[in-house]
T-cell receptor, first 113, second 113 residues
Framework: KQEVTQIPAALSVPEGENLVLNCSFT??????LQWFRQDPGKGLTSLLL?????REQTSGRLNASLDKSSGRSTLYIAASQPGDSATYLC????????????FGKGTLLTVNP | NAGVTQTPKFRILKIGQSMTLQCAQD?????MYWYRQDPGMGLKLIYY???????DKGEVPNGYNVSRSTTEDFPLRLELAAPSQTSVYFC????????????FGPGTRLTVT
């Protein structure tokens, strides 16, 4: 059974700092990995999706990497801003599927002005 | 293009009552999903559908039913509400394309007392 772990559970940083969020998964036979952002009381917004054949995806100040063999992904946020404060979730498809997602519990990020 | 919409946003039910959570998408996506998110936890898949007339169980289907009569709509039915169903419910959809990237609705916050 696929399990997803995110470390740390919470992170507080000063504005402008670069930071890394970690995601690990137990079954490396995945088709893709998706990072989401969730604001309090809101739904999820897709940030980046990395296909299994890719090692990195970039969107603006966000860079996500994927290492299937070690079962790890990282989300790098450059020059953090208070508006980046949110919960960040990673998700991978469940065993053999390419669309039924298993989620981590998320990392609550607070960027202080 | 409204994306994925969910109604209601909030609901309080008494134990044993029934209700239907509505979900609609206007992106012509084949795949649709229902997740629940308990406090401090990741999302868990309740049911999913790969097209009109086709539904299947996810990780936590007990106490719920779904139907998919059209591509656009994917309602979730709670027949006999129990306190354990207090949660935030998210509907999502994805295209049947290479990425299977999922798009989420804003959620329905349900309390059963």
């Amino acid at each position: 059974k696929q399990e997803v772990t995110q470390i740390p559970a919470a992170l507080s940083v000063p504005e402008g700092e670069n930071l890394v969020l970690n995601c690990s998964f137990t079954d490396s036979a995945i088709y893709n990995l998706q990072w989401f952002r969730q604001d309090p009381g809101k739904g999820l917004t897709s940030l980046l999706l990395i296909q299994s054949s890719q090692r990195e995806q970039t969107s603006g100040r966000l860079n996500a990497s994927l290492d299937k063999s070690s079962g790890r992904s990282t989300l790098y946020i450059a020059a953090s801003q208070p508006g980046d404060s949110a919960t960040y979730l990673c998700a991978v498809p469940q065993g053999g599927s390419n669309y039924k997602l298993t989620f981590g519990k998320g990392t609550l990020l607070t960027v202080n002005p | 293009n409204a994306g994925v919409t969910q109604t209601p946003k909030f609901r309080i039910l008494k134990i044993g009552q029934s209700m239907t959570l509505q979900c609609a998408q206007d992106m012509n996506h084949n795949y649709m999903y229902w997740y629940r998110q308990d406090p401090g936890m990741g999302l868990k898949l309740i049911y999913y559908s790969v097209g009109a007339g086709i539904t299947d169980k996810g990780e936590v289907p007990n106490g719920y039913n779904v139907s998919r009569s059209t591509t656009e709509d994917f309602p979730l039915r709670l027949e006999l509400a129990a306190p354990s169903q207090t949660s935030v419910y998210f509907c999502a959809s994805s295209p049947r394309q290479t990425t299977y990237e999922q798009y989420f609705g804003p959620g329905t916050r349900l309390t059963v007392t």
